[in-house]
């Protein structure tokens, strides 16, 4: 198995697991506050609030129209060893731009939603 396919299943298993333990901690906290019994319950709505900020923002012209904002989100959600290996721009030019934008729409509503919960505003 070649060395860069080595490495990036690593940075993208790490990735699958940060995002893992930052899920399990926005529903502990909502556990905690006691509005949500089941933890099952709180992953759905956790899911579904995830969903909801996603697609609005991938309507928004906030995020399709502003390309520093996109690469400073990829920067964050991509594995680094592609952008050290490819650089930024490379893949900025090489996937198409609605891949990029479920990239940075998902990224960021699941980062928001896993920092500030269900109470969070998203608009």
């Not at 906290?29 to 991938?58: C, H, P």
């Amino acid at each position: 198995v070649p060395d860069f396919y080595e490495k990036y299943v690593v940075q993208v298993q790490a990735k699958i697991e940060e995002n893992a333990r930052l899920e399990f901690e926005a529903c502990w906290r909502e556990r905690e506050a006691g509005e949500v019994k089941y933890m099952a319950e709180i992953t759905d709505l956790l899911s579904k609030k995830i969903n909801q900020f996603n697609d609005m923002m991938q309507s928004s012209a906030t995020l399709r129209d502003n390309q520093r904002l996109q690469d400073l989100i990829l920067s964050k959600a991509l594995p680094p060893l592609l952008i050290e290996t490819l650089t930024l721009r490379t893949v900025v030019e090489r996937v198409p731009s609605n891949y990029l934008l479920a990239i940075c729409g998902a990224y960021f509503a699941s980062q928001y939603v896993y920092t500030y919960g269900l109470k969070g505003s998203v608009v």
